[in-house]
């Protein structure tokens, strides 16, 4: 590590502590980008990095509301505004008992390379609440979407901040919200993204992510003049993310051995098929059930519960040849990434944020497997929530084929300019140097023509 980044990761965890998740993703980042700040001064000078690892705005607020048993329940809400220099703040919201301040600001400042990365207009910025949606019914659920707006909403706009979902926040909790603004401001508006399909929504919004994880996975393999087709595939959750990147795999002929939760996982020999799938999906979506039903309806299948404490992750030890991390952060350590090499794996591509800790990302850099950072390979999701935002605008919605054709274009160039940056940079094939150099340069530049603001 240089000097220069020995330094800032004093001062950043000096000024930010207990935000380990932050220092992470800070820390990633920088190492990236040491390769330009030797090449382009300007950039040191006017202290790009120190001003973009700053949130522009931070909001916290509180969020009461009563239960079913009408009890007072109070959790913490938040919104990021991380970066607005290419355009409004936009990210998504996230409900999860683990949300706090750190998680939310490593998201947002992820969030702010990604969007860059899409080529479209769109800046940074992230939020939530340690609230947990499992097991409350949808009343209480909106009940408390409705307290967390009547505080978001003074902060947000279509032109200032254009929240969206993530863990624990899907169609349900995005119309609670939706609805609850509008009532509000008494204005119908494209403020939020993720919105259902007649009141705003853009077809293929839950599909992107998922989808975009297996669009990058197949142009990296392309590079080596090789497809999806019949290749074993590891995927861990089972939520949006899970659900599409599975559906897109098994359409491009690839096999899906696993799925899971923050419970466990299952491994299913036989592969997971387009109706198993079906499964799944209502499950998941509809039940609101656990991951475990399926081996009890599958006998191809086997559950094997998961111990959070654990040194390693059983689902990540298994022959294959690609794995879509797809549940959350830090879900493959060292001890997995290592796994994954040992049983033959060559290709992974991120649908979740940063799920590979900083060792295991060392560790798919020196093996020189195609790794496909989640800056980069999950940034479909916002793509197509920036297409939501255009459709808005014109007030014309596009056919599901036209935002397919628009994603997997994007999904194409942000790969193109991964790969090419990395080799200017005199790293071919490091996807990672790719996205961080490639997302910064942009940002860098705009917040250069802006002055110090
Ligand atoms: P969902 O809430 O739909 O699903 C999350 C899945 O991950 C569930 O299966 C959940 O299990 C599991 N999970 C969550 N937290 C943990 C944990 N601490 N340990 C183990 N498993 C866990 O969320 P999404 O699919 O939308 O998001 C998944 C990932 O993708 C996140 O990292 C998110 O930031 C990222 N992402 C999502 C985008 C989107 O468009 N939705 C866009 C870009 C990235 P359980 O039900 O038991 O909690």
Redesign the pocket.
Known sequence: MSDYIQDLMIEVKAKNPSQPEFHQAVEEVAESLILVLDRHPEYRAAKILERIIEPERVIMFRVPWVDDQGEVQVNRGFRIEMNSAIGPYKG?L?F?P?VNLGILKF?AFEQVFKNSLTTLPMGGGKGGSDFDP?GKNDNEVMRFCQSFMTELYRHIGPNTDVP???????GREIGYLFGQYKKLRNEFTGVLT?KGLNWGGSLIRPE??GFGAVYFAAEMLKTRKDTLEGKKCLV????????FTTEKLLELGARVLTL????GYIYDEEGITAEKLEFVKEL?NVRRG??KEYAEKYSSAVYES?D?TADHSPLWDHKADCAFP????N?INGKDAQNLLNNGVFVVSE?????TNLEGVKLFLSEGILYGP?KAA?????AV?GLEMTQNTMRLPWTREEVDQRLQQIMKSIHETCKVVAERFGTPGNYVNGANIGGFLKVADAMIDQGIV
């Open positions: 998504g996230r999860h683990s998201l499992k969206a979902g993530d863990i624990g926040v899907g993720g992107a992510t861990s959750g089972s939520g949006n993310v899970a659900q899971s939760d923050s419970s998941k656990r991951i998961v959070a797809s549940a959350t952060q879900e649908g979740a944020n940063m799920p989640g999950n940034a479909g999701g916002v929530s």
